[in-house]
């Protein structure tokens, strides 16, 4: 399938016009991400849309990290948002933290102050939250709601020098108690927060509220459209009314699309921060996580992800993508840039009686049938070899094609074996098969004669390598993520840790490189657990999906 992209984006129309009518001469987007955990696939839905868009208009995107709540953030946040970015493909023009105008914001909400649009609150917060009112009910007026400007600015002045204890008093903006949008019934601009923060250290010990500061970090910055997901919409008269009130030289404008859902993917940073905190994963970059450091340990490509998103596009209507189209856009990627190789997940040893004892032959393979740069590579052959268990049965079904007494298989660029001997243990259990080679099948050889209807892989017992491969399936066992019982509706079986082998040419494999083992699907060299001459394989996707991305 061709990756093309998509042409529902909303967003995309409105820029042209803007750029077209002369409204905007240079587009300006930002990503602003709080540090407060990793960034998870519906993160690059964002990074996606403002660094494509602006790029494609000639413009630039910023990075602002949105760093107003110290208590929540960490620079090893910081550090992981700007390697996933970087890793995603994109660079920004220019990065700034909301912390930066904090200055700015103080001296914004002073002016307000003396516009008589913002006052201190004495009320403790679940006074406030019940004065707020309902969607059907008008909120109730802040028995402080009209201070002098004065007693404001003073009382002001004495939060920022640390007179009053963590909320003791908030900075409100005072709009209107009874709008039918609750977020303007004077919202907390300002908040009283003793703790320290990664950037400005113990210089402040008042943070701005995000509605607040993010306006204001927009137009300061010159962002012309300011990207967001669904939830924000009722936010945006809350978003224009700080830039009007504060008399910012720039106007920004807000504009909303809705967030991306995954099948059977947790989206929720506090869910995901929960998985780490209970150890139910080990840590933000687990496999299994659906955050960008996890996917790229896993074997995600940048590519799938941003191919994905382009395909996905952009629209209001919440929806929600299979996962099997990520994985669909993996197979794509990795086709013809993963080499191809050799691994037995679950080994049986087989034992070819009739090849010389101690000679080791070298067959040569196509490294990728689908890309003939690619080369060749040189596989051992001797007459002890690994199969997969399940490549042999016993007493096999009606149409099994793999190995059984005395059938005949090809094994993968080698040669025809048969088997002539079951060897047990003293349970019953099959460890071992004897088979005869046909030296007349090698592979490449031109050989004509009879056919056999199973080929199998396999890897040579005495040089192959020991290998751990790890098998994953979905966290989430369904998308009903809820706080009552999340934990308890985790799929048990999302991770299978077995051991196996690979040919020797991979001992030395380098962390995150990709192949693709025949039969089983993409892996991925593990970047935490694997050592050289013990390499441990993280499975990205499987060969093969009854997905079908074309259909409507």
């Known amino acids: 399938m061709e990756t093309k992209t998509a042409s529902s984006n909303f967003i995309k129309t409105i820029i042209a016009e803007d750029v077209k009518e002369g409204r905007t001469s240079q587009v300006i987007t930002r990503f602003p991400p709080e540090p407060n955990g990793y960034l998870h696939i519906g993160h690059a839905k964002a990074i996606c849309l403002n660094f494509e868009l602006a790029k494609e208009f000639g413009g630039r995107t910023n990075l602002r990290f949105d760093d107003t709540n110290p208590v929540k953030e960490d620079t090893e946040y910081v550090d992981g948002i700007l390697n996933d970015i970087k890793w995603l493909g994109f660079e920004w023009d220019e990065l700034h933290f909301a912390s930066d105008y904090f200055e700015e914001n103080y001296e914004l909400a002073v002016r307000l102050i003396r ?20 969607l059907t009910e008008p909120g109730v007026e802040s028995p402080y709601r009209n201070r002098s400007v004065e007693e404001n600015l003073d009382l002001f002045a004495r939060m920022r020098a640390g007179e009053f204890k963590d909320g003791e008093r908030v900075l409100r903006a005072k709009i209107d108690m009874a709008s039918p949008n609750i977020n303007m019934r004077d919202p907390v601009l300002y908040r009283i927060l003793k703790a320290h923060h990664h950037k400005t250290g113990d210089a402040w010990c008042i943070y701005p509220m995000y509605d607040y500061s993010h306006p204001i970090g927009d137009a300061l910055e010159g962002v012309t459209h300011s990207l967001c997901s669904l939830e924000y919409e009722d936010h945006r008269p809350l978003y224009d009314w700080v830039i009007r009130e504060c008399e910012m030289e720039h106007v920004s404008r807000q504009y909303e699309f809705a967030r991306f859902n995954m099948t059977n993917t947790i989206m929720s940073k506090r869910y995901l921060k929960m998985l780490v905190d209970t150890k139910v994963v080990d840590g933000w970059d687990d496999p299994r996580m659906p955050t960008l450091t996890g996917m790229r340990r896993r074997g995600y490509t940048p590519e799938a992800i941003r191919n994905l998103m382009r395909e996905v596009g952009v629209a209001k209507a919440v929806s929600t993508v299979d996962a099997q189209f990520l994985d669909h856009f993996v197979r794509e990627d990795l086709k013809l840039k993963a080499p191809r190789t050799m691994a037995v997940l679950e080994p049986l040893k087989v034992v070819i009686t009739n090849y010389p004892e101690g000679q080791v032959e070298m067959l040569e393979a196509e490294n990728n049938p689908e890309n003939p740069e690619m080369g060749n590579r040189s596989i051992p052959f001797s007459r002890e070899i690994w199969i997969e268990r399940d490549d042999f049965m ?32 003293e349970n019953g259990n099959v460890v071992e098969i004897r088979c005869t080679y046909d030296p007349e099948t090698k592979s490449g050889s031109g050989f004509t004669g009879r056919k056999v209807k199973g080929t199998i892989h396999w890897v040579d017992a005495t040089q192959g390598i020991p290998a ?15 706080t009552d019982n999340f934990l308890e509706r985790l799929n ?4 299978e840790i077995v051991n196996g082998f690979v040919e020797p040419n991979m001992a030395e494999v380098e962390h995150q490189e990709k192949f693709q083992f025949f039969r089983h ?25 009854s997905y079908d991305p074309n259909a409507k």
């Not at 649009?117 to 403790?124: F, G, I």
């Not at 751990?468 to 809820?482: G, I, N």
């Not at 048990?492 to 991770?495: A, D, F, G, L």
């Open 492 to 495: 048990p079986n999302s991770q």
């Open 394 to 425: 016993e007493t096999p079904p009606p149409k099994y094609h793999r190995l059984f007494p005395g059938n005949e298989v090809r094994l993968k660029h080698a040669y025809f074996i048969k088997c002539e001997e079951v060897v047990k243990d």
């Open 521 to 545: 699907g993409y892996f991925n060299v593990d970047s935490k657990y694997s050592a050289p001459g013990k390499p441990v394989f993280n499975r990205i996707v499987s060969l093969k999906s």
């Open 468 to 482: 751990e491969f790890r098998l994953y399936e979905p966290l989430a066992l369904d998308e009903k993520v809820d």
């Open 115 to 134: 516009k008589g649009l913002a006052y201190v609150d004495d009320q403790s917060p679940e006074e406030m939250r019940i004065a707020r009112g309902t």
